[in-house]
């Protein structure tokens, strides 16, 4: 087992013993057999003339403390590198990959090296504590630092096989497919976004189905959405902007230009445009402004089985169902019940005489501090959003209340009990 940061900095002698230089630089590109790891082409030896290539062939052996060539300087031919050359101190040590497994953006800190026949191909990617100190010049403590995993699989360390490098100035990152890209709850992916430049979210982005892509840009400020979104397709957008809760997709449209704004509202389905529109209509940081308007509402004479029923087959997009809001045929809020209290009432029991009446509200032109204040002294997961005429127009989930009132960082260690 060799790793890469070890061979930097080696002496490379010719066969009289003679000086050539120290390797800089390692080169390699994927076989054409069976074996997909990138196997080892040629060394980068830096000398006072000036970086040399030197053939994998024309090297004694490169596994060890000092790199003997099989000739004398004059008889070698430089090697002459082609485009899918990797130089793998430039172009990967450093480089950043995507873990998935530890929901994370890593660094690779160093490659770990493998014989096979003749041949050394690049077998792991480390991205542990034990890569950098290695790299420090301190080998025995990453030794004792690398011993810390389990035997099969040493901290820190990521199989080549998984590992994919993309060209230029863009990071590495692991062959993963879209489906467990998906499996990832959107706040782990939201964190991993905020890990990335522009240009690599954008890129993961596009691995994203609509829905799951929704789903994660939620988690993350309304401009960061937006520049996330600024290179996509506005077709791709307004699918998108109809998978979002219509509160965020206002807030990201909030953040774009206003002419690239209205050109995503018709491109969107009338009934969602319809809902985003009107919360647009509101100040930014009113309770109208960050309301959903997707709630369920039901009836007071519907018993508690009718109730039931409605929202197996109408409930899906709703905010949230830990409450369910009581009004009348003009949208007059009149009760709210508890999916509780619910549950336990007998299937025949009309909802008026289980729900509360004495129902806790705010006006669509209240402060979001107003809200928060209220979330917070009568303990709610939502609370509904009223006119001076008593209808409901959305509600507000104790998330989006205190929003700007939590910093971020405390945000994000709360428990997710409202969602």
Not at 49 to 67: E, F, R
Not at 90 to 110: A, E, F, Y
Not at 314 to 330: G, K, L, N, Q
Request: glycine share 4%.
């Amino acid at each position: 087992m060799a790793f890469v940061s070890e061979i930097m900095g080696r002496i490379v002698s010719d066969i009289d013993g003679e000086k050539v230089g120290k390797v800089k630089d390692l080169l390699a590109s994927s076989s054409t057999d069976k074996i997909v790891h990138p196997r080892i082409n040629a060394v980068v030896v830096a000398t006072r003339q000036g970086d040399l290539m030197i053939s994998v062939g024309d090297v004694a052996t490169l596994l060890a403390p000092a790199l003997p060539l099989k000739k004398h300087l004059a008889d070698v031919v430089p090697y002459q590198p082609t485009p899918n050359d990797l130089w793998l101190v430039r172009d990967v040590l450093d480089k950043q990959i995507i873990d998935i497994n530890g929901v994370r953006v890593v660094r690779v800190n160093d490659l770990e090296l493998t014989r096979v026949n003749d041949d050394i191909y690049i077998s792991n990617v480390d991205v542990g504590g034990a890569g950098l100190i290695r790299r420090m010049g301190f080998k025995s403590l990453a030794k004792r630092t690398r011993s810390l995993g389990s035997i099969d699989k040493p901290a820190g360390i990521i199989s080549w096989d998984d590992v994919e490098l993309l060209s230029g100035d863009q990071p590495m990152r692991l062959k993963v497919p879209a489906e467990k890209l998906a499996d990832l709850h959107p706040a782990d992916l939201a964190e991993i976004l905020s890990d990335l430049n522009r240009s690599e979210g954008r890129e993961l982005l596009q691995k994203l189905d609509v829905e799951t892509m929704a789903d994660a840009l939620e988690e993350v400020e309304p401009e960061f959405q937006a520049s996330l979104l600024e290179e996509m397709p506005n077709e791709q957008v307004a699918d998108v902007l109809e998978e979002m809760a219509p509160d965020e997709a206002a807030d990201l449209l909030a953040e774009m230009p206003e002419d690239r704004s209205k050109q995503l509202l018709q491109l969107m389905e009338s009934d969602e445009a319809a809902d985003v529109r009107h919360l647009l209509t509101f100040p930014e940081d009113s309770a109208g402004g960050i309301m959903n308007t997707e709630f369920v509402t039901v009836r007071p004479d519907w018993t508690a089985a009718q109730t039931l029923e409605h929202l197996r087959t109408s409930a899906s997009e709703a905010e949230t169902i830990y409450y369910i809001y009581v009004t009348d045929d003009a949208n007059h809020l009149l009760g709210v019940f508890s999916l509780r209290g619910l549950v336990l009432s007998k299937p025949r029991t009309p909802v008026k005489d289980f729900m509360e009446d004495r129902v806790v509200t705010v006006n669509l032109l209240d402060t979001q501090n107003d809200c928060a204040q209220i979330v917070s002294k009568y303990n709610l997961l939502a609370l509904p959003v009223v006119d001076d005429q008593h209808i409901i127009h959305g509600i507000i989930s104790a998330g989006d209340a205190l929003d700007k009132i939590i910093p971020t960082a405390w945000k994000k260690r709360l428990p997710r009990m409202y969602r």
